[in-house]
């Protein structure tokens, strides 16, 4: 099993910036692909972004790429989520979640992720 914990979330004015962090335990986190996933209120969870169990493969959903890093430190069992430029549509809460493996496009799918955090909220003010 792994458990995922999210932080970091928070009210923010768009424009602003938050960081969030999804600190993992159980088993081995390093064989792990990392995703980040969000629900907007009235909404799907949709996906935001992903990374290789390295850490050099990263994928993002358009609507966040070049706003968003997603990076891992597995030292600490932690992946984070800078959130930049922020506007109010990335209002939502955001997931961690994780699926043992290697990166791969389907890692984009909510369906493919075992575990899951439950969530930090985000939101931004316009």
């Known amino acids: 099993q792994v458990q995922l914990v999210e932080s970091g979330g928070g009210l923010v004015q768009a424009g602003g910036s938050l960081r969030l962090s999804c600190a993992a335990s159980g088993r081995s986190f390093s064989s792990y692909v990392m995703g980040w996933f969000r629900q907007a209120p009235g909404k799907e969870r949709e996906f935001v972004a992903c990374i290789s169990w390295t850490g050099g493969r990263t994928y993002y959903a358009d609507s966040v790429k070049g706003r968003f890093t997603i990076s891992r430190d597995s030292s600490k069992n932690t992946v984070f989520l800078q959130l930049n430029s922020l506007k109010p549509e990335d209002t939502g809460v955001y997931y961690c979640?994780?699926?043992?493996?290697?990166?791969?496009?389907?890692?984009?799918?909510?369906?493919?992720?075992?575990?899951w955090g439950q969530g930090t909220q985000v939101t931004v003010s316009s």
């Open positions: 979640a994780a699926r043992w493996g290697v990166l791969t496009p389907t890692a984009v799918r909510e369906s493919e992720y075992e575990y």
